[in-house]
């Protein structure tokens, strides 16, 4: 069965690259409006359904496919959104936003780790870090589409207001309250260069077992919070504290003879990948401020760590 894009097939479809082309934004959009690729992935599929579901005259008569694909895209977060605070309290232990890899390293999680389409890859900047997702998490559906949408990808507050079904005024308050928040939980800014120091030190401080250099790495108010998903063992809480995370870490790698930790990019910072026999069974994202580590978000969730397979 030949592809559209295959020889022989004719003449294409002059709006279908242009619509096509929008995979990649529509990806990038549900990826910070849900923090899971796979539901981005599921909206981003059902918003085309919903598309080629419409007669070819219904396709023309859109200005704007693109603006018409991003509402459509939107409203499915929204909805989504709106009913995950449902899900999650069914959801085994504490929820992380799913991690990415550089864009050089994605795989998509089959068997050899073949590139994955670089459509569906997620462009990694400040509104990626996992710092930023977990914050995104906390607003409401509204706030979160509001200032992602506006913050982020530069609509206006008329076409945010026609996607969220409130009035320009009310999305710009949205918005507002978002940064707001955003703000209260930002700490100084670290260089990248040192942030990598810190967390190459503390992966040696790890695999060395050494709980003062450990504790010396770690903030001493500093909050380390696992997700397995109910699939995998993980904390069932956060570990706060210094010296409680130190002793939680070495336990740890105690417990795992053969844990391998591999420095790699987690959501556009630092992070590390944890392999243990040729498997990679957890992704770290730590962020920095100045020269100590003040959160750890490790991911455990199989389901969570498919473009990780190849590592």
């Known amino acids: 069965m030949r592809t559209q894009s295959e020889p022989g097939d004719g003449p294409l479809d002059p709006g279908l690259g242009a619509i096509m082309s929008e995979r990649r934004q529509l990806i990038n959009l549900a990826y910070r409006l849900l923090g899971s690729l796979a539901d981005a992935e599921d909206v981003v599929q059902e918003t085309y359904t919903r598309w080629y579901a419409m007669s070819p005259q219904q396709q023309k008569a859109v200005e704007a496919p693109g603006g018409w694909l991003t509402k459509v895209a939107s409203r499915i977060c929204l909805d989504q959104l709106g009913s995950a605070r449902a899900r999650r309290e069914r959801y085994v232990g504490e929820w992380i936003p799913e991690p990415l890899p550089d864009a050089s390293e994605w795989a998509d999680g089959r068997p050899g780790g073949r590139a994955a389409d670089p459509a569906d890859r997620v462009t990694l900047d400040e509104s990626v870090t996992m710092a930023f997702l977990v914050v995104l998490d906390s607003m409401t559906p509204a706030e979160r589409v509001a200032f ?95 010296e409680r995370v130190a002793r939680y870490l070495v336990d740890l790698a105690e417990r795992a003879p053969g844990l391998v930790l591999l420095e ?36 455990r969730n199989p389901e969570k760590l498919r473009p990780w397979t190849r590592f």
């Not at 026999?277 to 100045?290: N, R």
């Open 264 to 299: 790699r990019t987690v959501n556009g910072r630092p992070g590390l990948v944890l392999r243990l026999e040729d498997a990679t069974v957890a992704v770290m994202s730590l962020d920095v401020t100045g020269d100590r580590v003040t959160h750890i978000w490790g991911v």
């Open 148 to 242: 992602v949408l506006h913050d982020v990808f530069r609509y206006s507050f008329a076409e945010v207001a026609e996607i969220v079904g409130r009035t320009p005024a009310a999305c710009r308050q949205l918005a507002s309250s978002a940064r707001r928040r955003l703000r209260a939980s930002r700490a100084p800014a670290t260089p990248a260069a040192q942030r990598a120091r810190v967390v190459r030190d503390f992966r040696q401080a790890w695999e060395a077992k050494d709980i003062d250099a450990l504790i010396g790495l770690l903030d001493p108010e500093v909050t380390a919070i696992s997700d397995g998903g109910g699939l995998v063992q993980a904390a069932p809480a956060p570990v706060e504290g210094g």
